[in-house]
């Protein structure tokens, strides 16, 4: 879409033809006063300064224009002080919540319900950007706050909450001495930073003076215990609060969070039937630009392997019809997946609802503490589809509150058997893929006689999680590919440890390898709803600056974009300086991008690219990426301290963490330096943004 304030070239010349003859009609006395005036003009106008001063309304030109795009979210207009919250709503609790995936609001819904319902509290839920972080300062003795966040990446907060760490981490002086306060985080500790925005959190609040009433509970990803390390941890909140702050726990009994009502005459173009929906518009950054529905016009295999059920692929998209959407080398691309029709008829029939499924309803909140996590207008066929994740595992919690309202005496003994302790759990899920609709299956052939079509779809909506988009590297670069986004996808399904025959496809990456153009145009193509969202793995701005990248798998897509950039760089003349890949996978025919890598290597990149390849499955002894980089340790400690160069890991966290000890025992072995100086070293070349991550648990 053109720029409406771009000029034509008439009205350029039109426009020059007046500046000249103003300048012309003016005396040398005027063009000397005519600055004085322009400085007394904006002195009035700026009431007292040169300067304008700072609009106080001014984040309002950022908050997400979803609403009037269609993109499904509820806007209202709220207070940025959390302690007008709290009065209008007479709230007891304050449950702030930092997410990028959705796992710690999750949490934090849940924590909210809980303690509303074991203690009677008032809770209020808040997103960590919609309430400047000062105003904690205003709180009322009474009020206990939640911090629930999670740390990604190497330390880094999610996007909505990277305000108010900063502010935590700045100069500010704020007394928060009547503040009482408990905190969670959600980690993953292969990362060199484990759990370091829930860290920060805490002791910024205990140097303001807050009081910490039990200790910071932390989740591990790396584990597969971050459910089980919350559960532990909110029930020792739940004693503390019973204990130490005398409050009466009631009898915990299921109260749904919605309402669910059949609206029969509703219009199907009211109806949200695929969308994505976000909840109540926060100023949570999203790289602004929104979700936009795009065609794929390309799906082809990079690799597959007939006998392991698994394959690449490299999925294009077209964003030609979004003129306004724009991205950059090393950026990552937000995809919505869909849940498969086998699993949503799974669900329906399980609830036998298959008469309704295609019947409006119409989902409100019966809490006030929080905003609908899913549309208000929609089907249930839409709600299994689009929104919630039905192919999730079951959490612990949510079969003992189905065995509340079990249908019979066997199965409720059973669903608190498997529920009763986090191990016995976990012995259960080894051999059982364990998705609601599969819970109920189980829980039916338990006791043949019952059945599940008493149970209310409130329930459902409140046991799930809401569905979330995943993220990828984008493996094509701006500068040689402007409106085609190109992104690689392993198809892999996952096995269970005691049932290792039961294989669980991927829900996205199925989706997204089942997506191709289906027809003579762009138009026959399938949609899909992405966001493009910034990133600060990026190239350095001059282009001679040398590289260090290893990655492993299809952590090597942002490398490929890098070297098409790069590549189209030396094309046109301008100096590159040297770059070495180096690359993990199994073996030979897991090589992605071969040819092109070779291409480049002996073409437009010759004597500037060596690619380095390590395989973990070729036979004989199994070399893995971490391996080849000690290999050359001397060469790339050179480059990293030497040459300045700037260094990028992209991959498996595991890898990651593998990757950067061999760095630091290497930088250790060549420079004489200790450990604490060597990891004093990888800080700070993060920090002059020449050491770069993007990694995934």
Known sequence: MANSLTLSDSQSQLWNDVVQSISQSLSPADL????????????????????????????????????SSGAGVQSQSRSRNI????????????VFWGSQSGTAEGFAQRLARESHQRFKLKPIMADLSDYDAESLARLPASTLVIFIVSTYGEGDPSDNAQDFVSWMNSTAKSSLEHVRFAAFGCGNSNYLYFN???????????????????????????????????????????STLASDLGLSEQENGYEPLVDVVEQVSTPSDQLHLGRPFQKAASKTPLGGLGIIPVPVISNKILTQYVTQDRACVEVTVDLSAH??????????????????????NRLIRILKIESTRDTAIKITQKSDYDDVKVPSLTTAEALFRFYLEICSPVPRETVSALALMSPSAKVKEAL????????????????????????????????????????????????????QPRLYSIASSRVTSPRAVALAVSVKPSTLLGNPDAMIPGLASTYLSTQGPSGNSPTDAPKLYVQIRKSTFKLPVNSTIPLVMVAAGTGIAP?????????????????????????????????LYEEELDELRL?????????????????????????????????????????????YICG????????????????????????????????????ENRWFEDVWS
């Not at 009081?211 to 591990?220: A, F, M, R, V, Y």
């Not at 109920?440 to 999680?465: K, Q």
């Not at 025992?665 to 004093?680: D, H, P, Q």
């Open 32 to 67: 000397l006063l005519l600055p004085l005036v322009a400085l007394g003009s904006a002195y009035v106008i700026n009431r007292g300064s040169v300067f304008p001063k700072s609009d106080p309304y001014r984040y309002k030109f950022f908050e997400r224009p979803q609403q």
């Open 83 to 94: 302690a007008d919250a709290v009065s209008q709503s007479n709230a007891d609790l304050v």
């Open 196 to 238: 370091k925005t829930v860290d920060e959190v805490t002791t910024a609040m205990s140097k303001f003076g807050a009081t910490q009433i039990l200790p910071t509970g932390k989740g591990n990803e790396a584990t597969r215990t971050t459910e089980e390390d919350f559960m532990d941890w909110k029930e020792k909140l739940f």
């Open 323 to 344: 003129a306004q959407v724009k991205y950059k080398t090393g950026d990552h691309i937000a995809v919505w997946p869909e849940n498969p029709m086998e699993e949503v």
């Open 416 to 467: 608190n058997s498997i529920s009763k302790d986090r191990d016995t759990y976990a012995t259960f899920l080894e051999n059982y893929h364990l998705t609601l609709s599969r819970l109920l299956e189980y829980a039916v052939s338990l006791d043949p006689t019952i059945s599940w079509d008493s149970l209310p779809l409130c329930f459902v909506i409140d046991a799930l999680p809401t569905m």
């Open 559 to 591: 490398f490929r974009a890098f070297l098409h950039e790069r590549a189209r760089l030396s094309s046109v003349g301008k100096q590159v300086g040297p770059m070495i890949l180096f690359f993990g996978c199994q073996n030979q025919a897991d090589y």
């Open 603 to 647: 073409g437009q990149l010759t004597g500037k690219l060596e690619v380095v390849t390590a395989f973990s499955r070729a036979g004989g002894k199994k070399t893995y990426v971490q391996d080849m980089v000690h290999s050359r340790r001397s060469d790339v400690t050179r480059m990293l301290g030497d040459d300045d160069a700037a260094f």
């Open 652 to 687: 498996a966290a595991t890898m990651a963490k593998a990757v950067g000890n061999v760095l630091t025992e290497g930088t250790m072995e060549v420079r004489g330096w200790s450990e604490t100086e060597a990891l004093n070293w990888r800080a700070i070349r993060k920090k």
